[in-house]
T-cell receptor, first 117, second 113 residues
């Protein structure tokens, strides 16, 4: 099956610093990628939809200046948490859509655990 | 906001038993219904999926039953094993312009040895 690589798998940073998370589709081209946030024992919350070559579409309540998304190529999307604070600590997950004819599947990265001290 | 309601929140099953997780959706435009399995500290992995033109799909020990008129679908795990212990999410996919997954709230499955 398709593979989505997410890096890093975990990161610890000081409050006020910025953190970049990468999401790569390894064996397919993804025109659309999605970024989710997940709190412990909760479901995935969609943060934004990332489209290659255009601006990301953010869900209501998600600060676009706080969570910068770049989708510069068909295989790479990045999420930058700017000026991170402890309340930004969470599990961040990306997904990418693979379209093969009539079959469409969404594959997820392994997630990034962000801890802001 | 379109919702997918999932139950139960948690489920404990003996090894060899059948695990059943249910989901109900609201938007009749949804046309793809996947189930994801998530282990702690990992991203969700696609387990099995169904489209509304069929009522059942089986892959190994995993079966999706789909009731279009009731707008409900369920995951059945036959011969449940301790290795199946994980969180399971149902989801519905909207093929409109947004084309986003809507997730259920998740079910924590524990299979006792």
């Amino acid at each position: 099956g398709a593979v989505v690589s997410q890096h890093p798998s975990w990161v610890i940073c000081k409050s006020g610093t910025s953190v970049k998370i990468e999401c790569r589709s390894l064996d397919f081209q993804a025109t659309t990628m999605f970024w989710y946030r997940q709190f412990p024992k909760q479901s995935l919350m969609l943060m934004a939809t990332s489209n290659e070559g255009s601006k990301a579409t953010y869900e209501q309540g998600v600060e676009k200046d706080k969570f910068l998304i770049n989708h510069a190529s068909l295989t790479l999307s990045t999420l930058t948490v700017t000026s991170a604070h402890p309340e930004d600590s969470s599990f961040y997950i990306c997904s990418a859509r693979d379209t093969d004819g009539s079959n469409e599947k969404l594959f997820f990265g392994s997630g990034t655990q962000l801890s802001v001290l | 906001q379109q919702q997918v309601k999932q139950s139960p929140q948690s489920l404990i099953v003996q090894k060899g038993g059948i695990s059943i997780i249910n989901c109900a959706y609201e938007n009749t435009a949804f046309d793809y219904f996947p189930w994801y399995q998530q282990f702690p500290g990992k991203g969700p992995a696609l387990l099995i999926a169904i489209r509304p033109d069929v009522s059942e799909k089986k892959e190994g020990r995993f079966t999706i039953s789909f009731n279009k008129s009731a707008k409900q679908f369920s995951l059945h795990i036959m011969d449940s094993q301790p290795g199946d212990s994980a969180t399971y999410f149902c989801a519905s996919y909207y093929s409109g312009s947004a084309r986003q997954l809507t997730f259920g709230s998740g079910t924590q499955l524990t299979v006792l040895p």
